[in-house]
């Protein structure tokens, strides 16, 4: 097992598009889950997506719950047109958060790390992870998803605001 470094904004395999896993049960790509499970747990987040730790193909962990899932060769789609905004943050990305608009609810599908077919639905902060990790497979950060971006600040400073609040 071991702790990866993490890509940050401004490195290009952060703004390519991750291309597909042929075998997710191939010995490289359990080594993989292993290693980024371990690094997202030591980092703290409830996503990583392999373009964030140098490795550009199409696999992401994300938090469902209680449950640490992994899906390779995703596809994600909307649920009807209803979006909601919420705050992001992003491990490429430390120190800010920023409030995006997106699809409220989504369908899921792709292979575990069996390799096997597994699909489902997700409304709330999984479907909003789920689209935030499927994003860094194709190059995509959340700062591009903002419209507005007063709605971006230092988690440092929106805290101490939010706090001076209540
Ligand atoms: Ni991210």
């Known amino acids: 097992m071991a702790i990866l470094k993490i890509a940050r904004m401004g490195h290009p395999v ?3 598009r991750a291309d597909e896993v042929t075998d997710p049960t191939a ?5 993989l889950i292993v290693d980024m499970a371990e690094t997202l747990a030591d ?4 996503g990583l997506a392999a373009p964030q730790v140098h490795v550009p193909l199409r696999l992401f962990l994300w938090r469902d719950g209680p449950a640490l899932r992994v899906l390779f060769n995703p596809a994600i789609a909307p649920l009807g047109p ?14 800010l958060r920023g409030r995006v608009d997106r699809p409220a609810r989504v369908a899921w599908s792709g292979l575990d790390e069996r390799g096997e077919p597994v699909s489902g639905e997700a409304q709330g902060l999984p479907a909003r992870v789920l689209q ?3 994003d860094h497979l194709d190059g995509v950060l959340y700062l591009s998803r903002m419209k507005d971006l007063t709605q971006l600040g ?13």
């Open 154 to 166: 230092f988690t440092e400073e929106l805290a101490r605001l939010a706090e001076s609040r209540t």
């Open 132 to 134: 935030h990790e499927n």
């Open 82 to 95: 209803e979006t909601e905004a919420s705050w992001e943050g992003c491990l490429s990305i430390p120190g």
């Open 27 to 31: 010995p490289e790509m359990q080594r």
């Open 43 to 46: 980092a703290g987040g409830i």
């Open 14 to 16: 952060l703004l390519a």
